[in-house]
């Protein structure tokens, strides 16, 4: 029988106090008992919707089925089929909005936990599983991928499985892309993605890091010159953007990019770190997506007094997910709601305060703002409150209002066709770009988006990679 309860099973966590001084993982994961129990939820519906929601297409119902019988190593083999990324996506896909948004117990009460009980199954599966899965037959083809992000990696996993061999070229010193320079140990511990990566490298996927792809080599010589018959871009969007307002350029301002990327991937946290951030005092971001909440959750693990989130909107329209701003709230980060920055204002050293332009963050001056008329996405325009300005007393500031497509890769490919925003136009049902034998996916084309439609974006290009060389 059903579990028929209004409520998902709650999902231990580490009290707000004592997580906002390290960077363990927030969330405790379920017991055993806890996943087969908010497993047994699901009513194994004749039209399973929430397939429609997940963008790899993951046998929801079968999986949770064999979770809720206590089968955990079924329910991994069934997520395992169409996911490269089981334990990574329970941790940071935005479940509320796909699967478990379609999701029928919604509509009277809370949608089964799906996120909850993969991570669960996906944890359980690598923490017992010593052997490593077999490397299929060689095809005798040969794919490259550029970017070990969730777009690429998808894509050389479900390549690999049909005996592709496949090369990923990445420019980091280390596999992962956003997985590891840009989301925070406490979402998502590195291990976690380590582990996922070794089961593809079991599969036979070569991974090269320190390649940057336009720089080192470009996409034609990898496919004239180095014997690649298709070539997969999935670079990112890994160029940060700016508010264009006076002070941008004082110590103190970081993109969020950078500021992530210098904790999680260079380990700025340590005391001898090459690559340090300013710690400490009071830190403001700019933004309200997933990654200003990750930027601000940092901060205040990084030992800040006073952590402000600023965005332009009301808490309706907060793009992050509701989760991590309940637990930013919890930690004690203060929203400020309505809110935009006008200037950045600071001084040369403690000496002189004479020059505001090149020194260090003493302040940013806000405009409080209100909603006016829906804009051409329906949302309600922010508009600025004359004569409301006021000075926010901070030490550090954080951008983080949206990145675009890396433009590394356009710059150096002849006839590889862009849009306006930076991002590769490719064929939507495909992923080809204008190039033959080339495809793109994740944000490289779409700008910066989640993990999931990323992984979604290189299945799509690995199928069509696959007609593709079969009939060449």
Not at 158 to 179: I, Q, S
Not at 221 to 246: H, K, Q
Not at 312 to 321: F, Q, V
């Amino acid at each position: 029988m059903p579990n028929m309860s209004l409520k998902k099973n709650e999902m231990p966590a580490q009290d707000p106090i004592l997580r906002g001084k390290n960077f363990n993982e927030v969330a405790l994961g379920y017991t055993a008992e806890q996943a087969m129990d908010e497993a047994a939820r699901c009513l194994n519906c004749k039209k399973p919707v929430c397939v429609e929601g997940c963008p790899v297409q993951i046998n929801i119902p079968l999986f949770l089925a064999k979770a809720a019988k206590g089968d955990f190593e079924g329910a991994y083999e069934t997520i395992a089929f169409s996911s490269s990324l089981p334990a990574v996506c329970g941790r940071v896909c935005p479940q509320e909005t796909q699967c478990e948004g379609k999701c029928v117990r919604g509509i009277k009460g809370e949608p089964v936990g799906i996120g909850r009980v993969e991570r669960f199954v996906a944890d359980l599966h690598n923490a017992n599983t010593a052997a490593p899965a077999e490397k299929p037959a060689s095809n005798g083809h040969r794919v490259a991928v550029v970017g070990s992000g969730p777009s690429g990696l998808t894509c050389a996993g479900d390549l690999a499985k049909k005996g592709y061999e496949v090369t990923v070229f990445e420019a980091f010193h280390t596999a992962g892309g956003v997985l590891v320079y840009g989301i925070p140990e406490f979402r998502l511990p590195k291990a976690i993605v380590a582990k996922e990566i070794e089961g593809l490298k079991a599969l036979g996927v070569e991974i090269v890091t320190n390649v940057v792809v336009g720089r080192t080599v470009s996409v034609k010589e990898l496919m004239e010159e180095e014997g690649f018959e298709a070539v997969f871009i999935g670079t990112g969007a890994g160029l940060p953007r700016f508010m264009n307002i006076p002070g941008e350029n004082l110590k103190g301002v970081y993109s969020a990019n950078e500021y992530l990327t210098r904790v999680n991937l260079m380990k700025a946290y340590r005391e001898d770190s090459a690559t340090p951030v300013m710690r400490g005092g009071k830190v403001a971001v700019v933004g309200g997506g997933n990654v200003a909440m990750d930027a601000a959750r940092t901060a205040l693990r990084l030992g800040a007094e006073k952590v402000y989130i600023v965005y332009r909107r009301s808490m309706e329209e907060l793009p992050a997910r509701r989760e991590e701003v309940e637990h930013a709230m919890e930690e004690g980060i203060e929203f400020l709601l309505l809110n935009n920055p006008v200037e950045i204002i600071g001084y040369r050293n403690a000496e002189d305060k004479r020059d505001p332009k090149n020194g260090f963050v003493t302040g940013m001056r806000c405009i409080r703002m209100e909603l006016g008329e829906p804009d051409e996405k329906g949302r309600r325009r922010p508009v600025e409150i004359p004569g409301s300005e006021y000075l926010l007393d901070v030490d550090t500031v954080v951008m983080s209002i949206g990145t675009s497509p890396n433009p590394l890769i356009k710059d150096t490919t002849e006839g590889l066709d862009i849009n306006r925003w930076g991002g590769i136009i490719v064929n939507e049902e495909t992923g080809k770009t204008s190039l033959d034998g080339v495809y793109a996916g994740g944000d490289a084309v779409t700008g910066a988006a989640t993990v999931i439609l990323a992984m979604g974006a290189g299945k799509t290009a690995a199928t069509a990679i696959d007609e593709y060389l079969q009939k060449k």
